[in-house]
């Protein structure tokens, strides 16, 4: 298996995390390097600059001093560029106020994601694999459900569904049980097998019967099986144990909070991108270790000690200015593209696959990947995780592409004003949507219903 190394993995930690996680790892960071000072609004403007010309007294390791002093000033530079944003926007007491909460409430419990990462790199995954498995643990919603489908996450990366799937199955064997089903019965299946009891009536029932199971048809399933029905009531009560949402125990004790990173706005005719760059902890080089350096009394062990941390500090910056460049690189091209999503909403959302940014912007399609996932962008139309742009499509009657998730958003709207008495069929729908200028076949409507958790016609019927 292919090991990162400790300053690669952080900066792809902190390209992945949201901003209430970068919090976290800034914190801890700060904890280990005592080189690193959190510096504070007001702390920041009264700060007097040191001289940058000023030489050390010891000369007997002009390297090491010199790589000092290029750090120093990355500091420096890093420092002038908050000011310069302070100046356009200064946060107001208020928005002071909520970046401290905000900072104080961090938890430290791990995410659903980071364990499952950890149980990942902790795999025979090869390094294309565990990219793969790093797509699939992101499109798992707060119950740890796979909610996407293999094929449209196959478009996104460009890897084969048979890949895809491989890897699914693994992922499906981690902490929690059942984590990355696609459905309840796959989910419930998965909890059984782990338990040994493939093959008992508890695993037939849920297998063949679990939608009987739901409307308590035990004397039903009971004659379809030749049991009694005190044994299916049996195994009702034993499947009742089973956890069917295994991905909430990591998310339902902490509340959860959104915080647009990106905020696009309409000015003069024309789309303005600013990334949120107030809630970002402000770093600096200790003032006490920089004079520390510059004492002739101080060891060279000692120096050497500074340098080692200041080095690992100075990665943790550049690594969070890369992170804001290159979210705000992505916000811009998904403007570019979404503009008549931005103006109309999303019955004009456009297919986009995480691959065609990549190839825009001159990176990885897995770093488009890390950078969208839990990134939120506010918009005219609302707040959108950043991941939300990226979709596939299909032609339109007038040949112009179009988003599945526009087509979801039809079939969601006809369910919601249709006859509860005549509900329509997959049937009607296709019908339907082939009047608005969608043409989509009728198993591609059953499937982006069962997404959207929408009964089929004759379960929705209500007499």
């Known amino acids: 298996m292919q090991v990162l190394?400790?300053?690669?993995?952080?900066?792809?930690?902190?390209?992945?995390?949201?901003?209430?996680?970068?919090?976290?790892?800034?914190?801890?960071?700060?904890?280990?390097n005592p080189t690193l000072d959190l510096v504070e609004?007001?702390?920041?403007?009264?700060?007097?600059?040191?001289?940058r010309d000023e030489n050390f007294e010891d000369v007997t390791d002009r390297e090491f001093e010199e790589e000092f002093e290029q750090l120093a000033r990355l500091d420096d530079d890093s420092r002038d560029s908050f000011r310069r944003n302070e100046i356009i926007q200064r946060p107001s007491s208020d928005d002071e106020s909520l970046r401290r909460f905000m900072m104080e409430s961090i938890t430290t419990e791990p995410s659903l994601q980071e364990h499952l990462m950890e149980q990942v790199h902790m795999s025979d995954f090869d390094a294309f694999e565990c990219q793969l498995a790093e797509m699939i643990i992101g499109s798992l919603d707060q119950d740890g459900y796979l909610s996407t489908s293999l094929e449209d996450l196959a478009d996104s990366i460009g890897a084969s569904v048979y890949r895809l799937d491989e890897v699914l199955g693994v992922i499906q064997e981690f902490d929690p049980v059942g984590i990355a089903s696609r459905n309840l019965r796959e989910c419930l299946l998965c909890q059984l097998n782990r338990l040994g009891k493939r093959g008992h009536l508890s695993y037939q029932i849920v297998d063949e019967y679990l939608r009987e199971l739901g409307?308590?048809?035990?004397?039903?399933?009971?004659?379809r099986l030749g049991v009694e029905v005190p044994e299916v009531k049996a195994a009702a009560a034993y499947i009742a144990t089973l956890n069917p949402r295994p991905g909430r125990q990591f998310t339902e004790d902490a509340s959860v909070y959104v915080l647009p990173e990106v905020i696009v706005t309409r000015s003069n005719g024309a789309w303005k991108i600013k990334t949120d760059d107030q809630r970002l902890p402000r770093l600096r080089i200790s003032k006490h270790y920089r004079e520390l350096m510059k004492d002739p009394g101080t060891s060279k062990e000692v120096k050497r000690y500074i340098r080692d941390k200041v080095k690992a500090g100075s990665v943790l910056m550049k690594s969070i200015g890369q992170r804001q460049s290159t979210i705000c690189r992505i916000a811009e091209e998904l403007v570019r593209v979404q503009e008549p999503f931005l103006e109309h909403g999303v019955s004009k959302l456009k297919p986009l696959t995480?691959?065609?940014?990549?190839?825009?912007?001159?990176?990885?399609e897995t770093t488009v990947s890390r950078a969208s996932s839990g990134k939120y962008m506010q918009t005219p139309q609302g707040v959108f995780e950043l991941k939300y742009f990226f979709t596939p499509g299909y032609k339109g009657e007038?040949?112009?592409s179009v988003s599945n998730k526009s087509i979801k958003e039809a079939i969601r709207s006809l369910v919601a004003g249709e006859d509860p008495a005549k509900p329509l069929s997959d049937q009607a729908m296709v019908k339907a949507l082939t009047e608005q200028g969608f043409q989509v076949a009728r198993r591609t409507i059953a499937k982006y219903r069962d997404e959207l958790k929408i009964l089929p016609s004759h379960l929705r019927k209500n007499t």
């Open 5 to 32: 190394a400790p300053q690669l993995r952080q900066s792809l930690e902190i390209l992945q995390a949201p901003m209430q996680e970068l919090h976290a790892l800034i914190t801890k960071e700060l904890e280990v």
């Open 41 to 51: 609004p007001e702390m920041e403007r009264v700060e007097v600059e040191p001289d």
């Open 215 to 223: 409307g308590h048809k035990y004397p039903e399933i009971a004659r």
């Open 354 to 364: 995480m691959s065609e940014v990549a190839d825009k912007l001159g990176i990885h």
């Open 398 to 400: 007038d040949g112009e």
